[in-house]
């Protein structure tokens, strides 16, 4: 079987940066999204159990960081429809040694691209343009009671933000800075 991705490896161990390998001729392209086999090469065993769309219209939104806490954490694959954003994910793994280190990504409608984040992880994005739609592969479904999140502002984490923030939900903004007693996540 051809694959119809390359899996480019990041420096968070277990995030993948996701080359799509679409088929293309005179009326455009084929790709895919996920491949249940082909994704457990990097070690996707899990079914995707929810998918979601976001939509943000305003160029410099933010949304994230976002998270769940065990045993409903998650992996999810980001993939950008419309417009282009800056993706950001945090490791929040007790014990990894890429704690608190965070790495972004330029996502765009114009590149077949994805983010590949495991569980344990922190996800937020800004956006670069008007009019941006994400679409969202979970292996959990969302949980209320497991919501969890890091404020996009954090210090410790000093994220460069490409532009100025000009739209952030009151909720986003909210999230309190991390204090000496955040151990981390201990993802199962």
């Not at 994230?64 to 994910?89: A, R």
């Not at 014990?95 to 590949?116: I, V």
């Amino acid at each position: 079987m051809t694959s119809r991705f390359k899996f480019n490896a990041l420096s968070l161990a277990g995030a993948y940066l996701i080359e799509q390998q679409p088929m293309s001729d005179q009326r455009g392209y084929f790709s895919r999204f996920y491949c249940a086999e082909e994704f457990k090469s990097i070690g996707l065993e899990q079914a995707i159990a929810q998918m979601n769309v976001s939509y943000t219209g305003k160029k410099g939104s933010i949304r994230g960081m976002h998270f769940q806490y065990p045993p409903q954490s998650e992996t999810k694959i980001v993939t950008c429809l419309q417009g282009e954003i800056f993706d950001v994910i945090v490791d929040l793994r007790k014990n990894s040694d890429t704690f608190l280190q965070w790495h972004g990504e330029k996502l765009s409608a114009k590149t077949p691209r994805s983010l590949y984040i495991p569980a344990g992880f922190a996800h937020g994005f800004q956006t670069l343009s008007d009019d941006c739609q994400l679409l969202y592969l979970h292996t959990e479904a969302y949980a209320p009671g497991a919501e969890g999140a890091l404020n996009v502002m954090e210090p410790q984490l000093a994220i460069p933000w490409p532009l100025p923030i000009s739209e952030i939900s009151q909720k986003d903004s909210d999230h309190p800075l991390l204090n000496e007693s955040f151990e981390g996540l201990k993802v199962l």
